[in-house]
């Protein structure tokens, strides 16, 4: 098979990358790098089965032949972050939706399949009106906050990225798959753009404070990167998966409080654990979610997906690349010196 990934050279984008690579897929790898690495992609540089495209998915010249020429399409490019999100709104609502636009348009022109990647923000506030055992499922309601919020800009980008691909299927027989990533974390991930967890590491393992936005009560569900690049494949080879959404997450619930202590355990640390207002951090009027658990019984239903990482698997791995990254920093700068 040979796969396009847009946003390829981005955090899940480039472990999809590695996953169909090492099955034997050719893979096209479209980036305009505005997040994404060439870095992240830096193992295929030399592979045959791997064609880099620096570009912006708006632009339809560009993508034309590059979904022309291929399988199926992962569609993960999108403005992600919460901060980033913030800073340009506009640049976020753009992007998502135009940019799926041009993806589903050409994909019916040449009748290929496309996973669009969405987000659990599309939820919102959601688990509010939930009792506390219940969970996020797909055909469950979403409740968001005012328009006067950019907030909540994001997910209502890519909420309109799932309509939008869903009326595909219904009414031009497109086969799309929406895929929710709920929290997804792994090597290569940057805290630059608000991801708590590589943001904590980074502070644990340099003995700086490790901040916790409000009261740190609010709990999320982390999915490691490798168990979302599974469920991705597995149901881009599911018949029946076509024209539905699905959940992609764990369900180990942990308070962002927990989540600090733990890494700051597993990293042997020194870092004092700090409590910052939201209004500091993101500006006035910040809205977040107390909770956010993802119901996967739906995706256990049709691919037989259970997350094999554990939470603290994860912070595991993250602290592992962490001092990788380090010890060859330190190498180049030794070396430099010599």
Same mark, same amino acid.
């Given at each position: 098979?040979?796969?396009?990934?847009t946003?390829?050279?981005?955090?899940i984008?480039?472990?999809l990358a590695?996953y169909?690579?090492?099955?034997g897929?050719?893979?096209?790898?479209?980036?305009?790098?505005?997040?994404?690495?060439?870095?992240?992609?830096a193992?295929?540089?030399?592979?045959k089965?791997?064609?880099f495209?620096?570009?912006?998915?708006?632009?339809?010249?560009?993508?034309?032949?590059?979904v022309?020429?291929?399988?199926?399409v992962f569609h993960?490019a999108?403005?992600?972050g919460?901060k980033?999100?913030?800073?340009?709104?506009?640049?976020?609502i753009?992007?998502?939706?135009?940019?799926t636009?041009v993806?589903?348009k050409?994909?019916?022109?040449?009748?290929?399949?496309?996973?669009?990647?969405?987000?659990?923000?599309?939820y919102?506030?959601?688990m509010?009106?939930l009792?506390?055992?219940?969970?996020?499922?797909?055909?469950?309601d979403?409740t968001?906050?005012?328009?006067?919020?950019?907030?909540?800009?994001?997910?209502c980008s890519?909420?309109?990225?799932?309509?939008?691909?869903?009326?595909?299927?219904e009414?031009?027989?497109?086969?799309?798959?929406?895929?929710r990533?709920?929290?997804?974390?792994?090597?290569?991930?940057?805290?630059?753009?608000?991801?708590?967890?590589?943001? +904590?590491?980074?502070?644990?393992?340099?003995?700086?404070p490790i901040r916790?936005?409000?009261?740190?009560n609010q709990?999320?569900?982390?999915?490691?990167?490798?168990?979302a690049?599974?469920?991705?494949?597995?149901?881009?080879?599911?018949?029946?998966?076509?024209?539905e959404?699905?959940?992609?997450?764990?369900?180990e619930?942990?308070?962002?409080?927990?989540?600090?202590?733990?890494?700051?355990?597993?990293?042997?640390?020194?870092?004092?654990?700090?409590?910052?207002?939201?209004e500091?951090?993101?500006?006035?009027? +910040?809205?977040?979610?107390r909770?956010?658990?993802p119901?996967?019984s739906?995706?256990?239903? +049709?691919?037989g997906y259970n997350?094999?990482?554990?939470t603290?698997?994860?912070?595991?791995?993250?602290?592992?690349?962490?001092?990788?990254?380090?010890g060859?920093?330190?190498?180049?700068?030794r070396a430099?010196?010599?």
């Open positions: 098979m040979r796969y396009l990934i946003g390829g050279a981005g955090f984008g480039s472990h590695d169909l690579v090492g099955k897929h050719e893979v096209h790898i479209v980036d305009d790098l505005s997040t994404g690495s060439l870095e992240n992609i193992a295929h540089v030399r592979n089965r791997v064609d495209t620096q570009a912006n998915i708006l632009d339809r010249e560009v993508m034309e032949p590059l022309a020429n291929c399988d199926q993960l999108a403005v992600v919460v980033l999100i913030l800073e340009k709104p506009v640049h976020t753009e992007t998502n939706v135009e940019g636009q993806i589903l050409l994909a019916r022109e040449h009748n290929k399949k496309v996973l669009v990647a969405s987000t659990s923000e599309v919102g506030k959601a509010e009106n009792h506390h055992s219940d969970q996020l499922s797909e055909d469950g979403w968001l906050g005012s328009t006067g919020k950019s907030r909540w800009a994001y997910a890519k909420a309109m990225d799932e309509f939008l691909a869903l009326a595909y299927y009414e031009y027989g497109l086969p799309v798959i929406v895929a990533f709920f929290n997804t974390v792994g090597p290569r991930q940057t805290g630059r753009y608000g991801m708590v967890i590589p943001n +904590f590491v980074e502070s644990a393992t340099s003995n700086t916790v936005f409000g009261d740190g709990s999320r569900c982390f999915t490691a990167v490798a168990d690049v599974r469920a991705c494949v597995d149901l881009m080879s599911c018949d029946e998966a076509v024209g959404v699905f959940n992609i997450g764990s369900v619930e942990i308070t962002i409080n927990d989540l600090a202590k733990r890494v700051k355990e597993l990293a042997r640390s020194t870092s004092e654990i700090v409590h910052v207002p939201y500091e951090a993101y500006g006035k009027g +910040f809205e977040d979610m909770r956010r658990t119901d996967i739906k995706l256990q239903r +049709f691919i997350p094999t990482y554990t603290d698997d994860i912070i595991g791995e993250i602290l592992h690349y962490r001092h990788s990254r380090v060859d920093a330190t190498r180049v700068e430099a010196v010599s």
